[in-house]
């Protein structure tokens, strides 16, 4: 039972850096083709065009949540330094708590536009694959968003109540 543990501990911890890093892969691969089919046959074809742009997508969506759960979003903090470790763990949760609803009206939004498209049949232009695989990276991103945010207020509450202080998470640059 404790490789199941350790699978399951590795997994919330990698999750978002392995398929960060598969789609990274996916967009320079399909790229390079491209480039070389391109410019060595003078012949280029849509699907590079759709797999790199559609692989993209997943990267951001997937990335935004790699933001959320290392709290390494784009923030002015000079305010919240200043504040005691109990309002700061306030701030911090009440963000987090509005970040909550955005995601969960993000997911309903994106599932009724999937819920349009596959009614309606709508494929990509290049691959004529259904749209709803692509249309899926919204709600899946901001599922992810979800946990992620789920798991901040936990280790925020779980901090604030051991009187630690609040994750504060990564920083672009050094102080």
């Known amino acids: ?56 997508i997943y990267l951001a969506w997937v990335g935004a949540s ?32 509005c ?5 969960v009206l993000a997911v309903y939004t994106a599932l009724e536009s999937i819920e349009i498209s596959y009614r309606f049949g709508s494929v990509t232009h290049g691959l004529r694959i259904s749209l709803v695989w692509f249309l899926a990276a919204v709600p899946l991103g901001f599922s992810l968003m979800i946990y992620r945010l789920l798991q901040s207020m936990r280790r925020d509450l779980m901090d604030l109540r051991a009187g630690r202080g609040v994750h504060e998470g990564s920083k672009l640059f050094d102080d």
């Open 1 to 56: 039972m404790s490789e199941n543990t350790g699978f399951w501990k590795k997994l919330d911890d990698n999750a978002e850096r392995w398929l960060l890093l598969v789609f990274y892969a996916l967009i320079v691969a399909t790229i390079v083709v491209e480039v070389v089919r391109r410019f060595a046959l003078s012949y280029s074809s849509i699907w590079g065009e759709e797999i790199a742009r559609y692989a993209f």
């Open 66 to 97: 790699a933001a959320v759960k290392d709290r390494a979003h784009i923030r002015i903090d000079v305010i919240i330094h200043m504040l005691s470790q109990r309002a700061r763990a306030a701030v911090y949760l009440f963000g987090d708590v």
């Open 99 to 103: 970040m909550l609803a955005v995601a």
